[in-house]
């Protein structure tokens, strides 16, 4: 990388062959001054190289340490996404104690299974706005959870690489591209869907969730777009899908030490002959055992990942298909493997939970957002799980079907606590800046009192504005005085 001077730093004028200026008003972000810049035959002076990997000498020659990986500057990127990763739990964590807040407050339509109830039912009573919010709320857990986890892993990953071991390097890569992108689409649409729920007062400013969704949404653009992170994290999958079944055919199986890789680990206990697999855990239990036990609905998830990998690496390496034809399913499975990802570092988390009296308090919820999670991503498309099951797996339609309703029951159960989910979050009134989300529950007399500051509401402006357009647009029309 290079430090590239823009401006003088006696007059703060653009140099010679610099011009730059701003790209103008955005969807959101506009406190952030976003620039275009061009250069004219600028020479960059050689001091401002950063050699710390790379090395230009006065003649032009470019040389690198032997011992670095070129794709070291991965590294840079991975520290970026992972701070992406981490914020984007922050942000959805404002959305849900909004939406969850105003969802106990507001109330709408009589009880149907109390005829003598003399008041509304809260909107957070009815199961279809639990089964839009609470997931969100779960995620938000797994998000925050997830990304302390894989913010170790990458300083695992940094610190090897001081030492001149690359090895984890194109996973962890791999994986901050599907986490950058399951982070920022589950976080910009769980805002929105956060501002749905909130009804037509999700749509005022007083909300809290307009700014956030504006400001938020250039996520899915910057640090990559996207459908692009998908296919980057989909081409290291299915390389290292062909890896494995390489050394099977060759007699050795890829074990990962101590557990740091677990794209191979899941290979390793699903391959690609998945009748050759003896046990299944999932066989053998019912729906509800398999709903409370996060061993069994991980390896769920990736028996999932695993199946659709190897399907695509097929396709690809067998079956000679571009990789430019397999662009669609490639999100998918992209989708997939950040999934079991995301319980993968959820779980890890929660095993470290100390064995205290507070913290067992804390265990049975925690657990019960981690079963919320993982149940969400194996339903949202029940397809995926059908196609990917084979004879021996035990997956049927009825069998998904079952886990849908064990997710609708775990909402029910989680309804109780659904405000001191969020409440336990700790985001203080003034970071929320919400009528709709104000801890004190006084949601209608905050959105009056921050209406009633409106200039067109008080009786000097308000009131002169109003005779103005009194004379001179609406009495001339009830008058008679105006041919419109």
Not at 217 to 246: C, M
Not at 327 to 345: G, I, K, R, W
Request: with cysteine.
């Amino acid at each position: 990388p290079l430090v590239v001077p823009i401006r003088s730093l006696h007059d703060h004028k653009p140099l010679p062959g610099v011009h730059v200026g701003d790209i103008g008003p955005k969807m959101g972000f506009n406190a952030v001054d976003n620039g275009f810049v061009n250069f004219d035959h600028v020479r960059v002076p050689r001091f401002n190289l950063l050699q710390r990997y790379i090395n230009v000498d006065r003649d032009g020659t470019v040389t690198r340490p032997q011992n670095i990986d070129p794709r070291v500057t991965y590294s840079t990127m991975v520290f970026v996404r992972a701070g992406i990763v981490n914020n984007m739990g922050k942000e959805l964590a404002k959305a849900v104690t909004i939406a969850a807040r105003y969802a106990a407050v507001r109330r709408q339509f009589g009880d149907s299974n109390d005829a003598n109830s003399n008041q509304e039912t809260q909107i957070l009573n009815y199961p279809i706005v639990q089964y839009r919010l609470i997931p969100l709320i779960a995620k938000t857990y797994a998000m925050l959870a997830m990304s302390h986890e894989f913010y170790k892993q990458y300083q695992i990953c940094k610190d090897e690489m001081e030492g001149g071991d690359f090895s984890k390097l194109k996973e962890i890569h791999a994986v901050s591209c599907g986490l950058k992108k399951w982070c920022t689409d589950t976080t910009i649409y769980g805002v929105d869907t956060c501002r749905h729920l909130c009804g037509g007062h999700g749509f005022s400013e007083f909300s809290g969730l307009n700014s956030s969704f504006s400001n938020l949404y250039p996520n899915i653009i910057w640090e990559g777009d996207n459908f692009v992170l998908a296919q980057q994290t989909a081409r290291y999958i299915l390389k290292s899908a062909h890896s494995f079944l390489e050394s099977v055919a060759n007699g050795s199986n890829i074990r990962s030490p101590n557990g740091n890789d677990p794209t191979n680990d899941v290979f390793n206990r699903y391959p690609n002959n998945f009748d050759s697999v003896k046990f299944y855990p999932w066989t053998q239990k019912s729906s509800s055992e398999i709903a409370s036990n996060p061993t069994i609905l991980i390896e769920l998830l990736a028996y999932r990942f695993s199946s659709i990998a190897f399907d695509l690496t097929d396709r690809h390496y067998s079956k000679g298909q571009d990789f430019n034809d397999l662009l669609v399913p490639v999100q998918t499975l992209s989708t997939v493997y950040s999934e079991y990802m995301v319980c993968y570092y959820f779980y890890l988390h929660l095993k470290k939970l100390p064995n205290t009296i507070e913290h067992n308090r804390i265990r049975d919820p925690l657990y019960l957002m981690f079963s919320i999670t993982a149940l969400t991503f194996l339903t949202r498309d029940k397809g995926e799980l059908l196609s990917s099951a084979h004879q021996s797996s035990g997956i049927t339609p009825k069998f998904v079907n079952s886990l849908e309703s064990e997710l609708i029951n775990s909402l029910s159960k989680a309804r109780s606590i659904a405000v001191l989910l969020v409440d336990s979050l700790g985001i203080p009134d003034s970071k929320l800046n919400s009528s709709l989300g104000i801890s004190d529950g006084y949601v209608y007399e905050d959105y009056v009192s921050r209406a009633l500051e409106n200039p067109l509401n008080n009786d000097t402006f308000g009131a002169q504005t109003r005779s103005r357009w009194f004379k001179d647009y609406i009495g001339p029309v009830l008058n008679g005085g105006s041919k419109l």
